[in-house]
């Protein structure tokens, strides 16, 4: 079942957007293994980042094997404090 995922950072930027994605997706553009859909932008109070994965599974694999792990260890320029973050099985997804 699909997996999503809201990140919520408070007071985040476009530019500490951009740095924290070059620092976890890979250089090619493309989107993670077993990520399905990416979307980011301004939001009321940051900014938000909104991902779709195959499952809860590949949610996890990514999380505690690239995203944690780098954000971790700090990216130049990147966020600098955790999301909130919402996530839910997706029950219906459409698309255009």
């Known amino acids: 079942m699909a997996y999503g995922v809201v990140h919520q950072f408070a007071g985040g930027t ?3 957007y951009e740095a924290s994605l070059a620092a976890v997706h890979p250089s090619d553009g493309s989107l993670p293994d077993g990520q399905s859909f990416h979307a980011a932008g301004p939001s009321a109070d940051g900014w938000t ?3 779709v994965h195959d499952s809860k599974e590949s949610w996890e694999r990514f999380r505690d094997g690239v995203l944690m792990p780098t ?3 700090g990216i130049e320029g990147g966020f600098t ?3 909130q973050e919402t996530t839910f099985e ?4 459409a698309s255009s």
């Open 71 to 73: 954000m971790t260890q």
């Open 81 to 83: 404090a955790p999301p």
């Open 90 to 93: 997706i029950y219906n997804q």
């Open 49 to 51: 980042i909104i991902a």
């Open 14 to 16: 476009r530019e500490q």
